[in-house]
């Protein structure tokens, strides 16, 4: 005869799907008295008498139950409708409830759209690179944060500029192919009016790049490549970093110029972006970059010569040096510093 502890477990593990074959295996019979135990009705034998069963509470009643069908007809109609709106509707309706049971029941009853599947797709080593710019406020102004990430590796490149001008891009992108030793076979940049001058495709049309920034990609033998308007996910190997600098590197420092924003980068990036454990990937971004530079296309052999780009250095621009406090290194500020701040010295 079957015990007790045998019978509970017989059936939890029928409940989970284990074959019989599993569960005798699991309780160290034979299967053919799983099968006796099964056909004699040992399982259920005397379960009300070993266990206290207790079921599932009987309804309480509340003022908003002759009001629920209103709500959910609402709710069909309009889905957006919030709770404070309902609630005042089925008050003028008789409703003498409170809004918290009305705030719960719209919580639970909204129609919800279906979620569009989110599908993660990994590049080949040196195959592409996202490009994104994203707007920061300073003292001195907005500054704008050019980043590019290698899309196998994750290898983070960073640095901030005065305004969007293509001069920029060409000089941050520059930059980033040598901080990566190589370039990938194609970057995949948002709407970015220094690349993208027009995109159709919605409209059965096509994109139509800058010429000036198709001859910087030939120099440096890449393709480019554009993301759809309001397709953010398109790209999300680059808007997920543009969050993390957000939160891991600018929130809470404090600048003195942009020459010590940009130092102060440089040194997150060597010291924490590019040497983390990478969520998704499990590994360091800086390990996967040494399998992915032999992948990666050879530098250009000289920078890109625009004829039609007045150089920056030759325009005329205000100073963005705004402080005469010295330049401190966040991670090895001294206590004292933050007593200077408290007391009006920024």
Same mark, same amino acid.
């Given at each position: ?32 008295? /799983? ?83 989110? /599908? ?28 590019? /990430? ?197």
């Amino acid at each position: 005869m079957i015990g007790w502890e045998r019978r509970v477990l017989l059936r939890h593990y029928l409940d989970q799907g284990m074959t019989k074959a599993a569960v005798a295996a699991e309780l160290g019979v034979s299967r053919r008295t /799983v099968h006796y135990w099964i056909a004699t009705g040992q399982l259920d034998r005397d379960m009300g008498e070993d266990t206290l069963r207790y079921g599932p509470r009987p309804p309480v009643a509340t003022k908003l139950d002759a009001y629920r069908a209103i709500v959910r007809s609402r709710l069909a109609e309009y889905p957006e409708l919030t709770a404070v709106r309902l609630f005042a509707e089925i008050r003028a309706a008789g409703y003498s409830g409170g809004y918290t049971q009305v705030k719960e029941y719209v919580r639970a009853v909204r129609p919800r759209p279906p979620s569009e599947p989110v /599908v993660r797709f990994e590049t080949a080593p040196g195959h592409q690179g996202q490009v994104d710019f994203a707007d920061f406020r300073l003292p001195w102004g907005k500054r704008y944060a050019l980043l590019v /990430v290698l899309g196998y590796s994750r290898q983070l490149w960073l640095r901030f500029f005065s305004r969007k001008t293509m001069a920029h891009v060409f000089e941050g992108l520059e930059a980033a192919f040598a901080s990566f030793g190589g370039v990938p076979s194609e970057l995949l940049f948002d709407q970015m009016r220094a690349v993208i001058t027009r995109d159709e495709r919605d409209a059965g049309g096509r994109v139509t790049e800058n010429a000036e920034f198709l001859r910087f990609a030939h120099h440096w033998d890449f393709r480019v490549r554009a993301c759809r308007p309001y397709r953010a996910k398109t790209k999300g190997k680059v808007e997920r970093p543009v969050s993390y600098v957000r939160s891991s590197f600018f929130y809470g420092r404090t600048f003195t110029s942009d020459s010590d924003l940009n130092a102060q980068a440089q040194h997150w990036l060597d010291t924490v972006a590019n040497v983390r454990i990478h969520g998704t990937l499990k590994q360091r971004p800086i390990d996967r970059l040494e399998q992915e530079q032999g992948e990666l296309k050879p530098l250009a052999l000289r920078p890109y010569r625009s004829y039609g780009l007045e150089p920056e250095a030759k325009k005329k621009r205000a100073p963005t040096q705004v402080t005469t406090v010295p330049h401190i290194d966040v991670e090895r500020r001294p206590l004292k510093t933050y007593a200077l701040v408290a007391g009006g010295v920024r």
